[in-house]
């Protein structure tokens, strides 16, 4: 059964920092890697998405990557701003689970003005 | 955004009523899903659907059907409604099947007396 982590849970910063959320799977066989956002009391914005054959993507000032074969996939935010505050989560479809995301449990982005 | 409407936004209700939930698009797509996120559990399929009146069970299906008459349609039952069934339920549609984004609406809260 494919498990997701996300480290760490919570994460509060300065306005204008760099900063790396991390995305951990146990199961490699992946199709695909999103992340998402939600707002308090919000649904979920996705992100980006990552194809189990591409390593990065790019949109903005956030940078995903993933490395299937270590289990991992790291989201970067440049310049980070107080709109930036958030949940981040992390999903995955596995193969032979269809249609079928997996989510971390998120880390709250906090980005103090 | 992708239009997305889910029907009530906030429901109090009492253990032992039946409930639906509805989850509309005006997107045209052929996957809509249905999930409940709680604390310390994130997000968690309880049923999905790959087409009219084509529908499959997801990871915490108990308790709830489905059904889906219409493509924009996409309706949540909770047949006898119980206190642990009390959470925030989002619907989500893809355009096609693992390889694409999917996107939420934008949640319903359901209390269970």
């Known amino acids: 059964k494919q498990e997701v982590t996300q480290i760490p849970a919570a994460l509060s910063v300065p306005e204008g920092e760099n900063l790396v959320l991390n995305c951990s799977f146990t199961d490699s066989a992946i199709y695909n890697l999103q992340w998402f956002r939600q707002d308090p009391g919000k649904g979920l914005t996705s992100l980006l998405l990552i194809q189990s054959s591409q390593r990065e993507q790019t949109s903005g000032r956030l940078n995903a990557s993933l490395d299937k074969s270590s289990g991992r996939s790291t989201l970067y935010i440049a310049a980070s701003q107080p709109g930036d505050s958030a949940t981040y989560l992390c999903a995955v479809i596995s193969g032979g689970s269809n249609y079928k995301l997996t989510f971390g449990k998120g880390t709250l982005l906090t980005v103090n003005p | 955004d992708a239009g997305i409407t889910q029907s009530p936004r906030h429901k109090v209700t009492e253990t032992g009523t039946p409930v639906t939930l509805r989850c509309h698009q005006t997107?045209?797509?052929?996957?809509m899903y249905w999930y409940r996120q709680d604390p310390g559990h994130g997000l968690r399929l309880i049923h999905y659907?790959?087409?009219?009146?084509?529908?499959d069970k997801g990871e915490v299906s108990d308790g709830y059907s489905v059904s889906r008459s219409k493509t924009e349609d996409f309706l949540l039952t909770l047949e006898s409604a119980t206190s642990s069934q009390t959470s925030v339920y989002f619907c989500?549609?893809?355009?096609?099947?693992?390889?694409?984004?999917?996107?939420f609406g934008p949640g319903t809260r359901l209390l269970v007396l």
């Open positions: 989500a549609i893809s355009e096609r099947e693992q390889l694409e984004t999917q996107y």
């Open positions: 659907s790959y087409g009219v009146k084509d529908t």
């Open positions: 997107e045209n797509h052929r996957y």
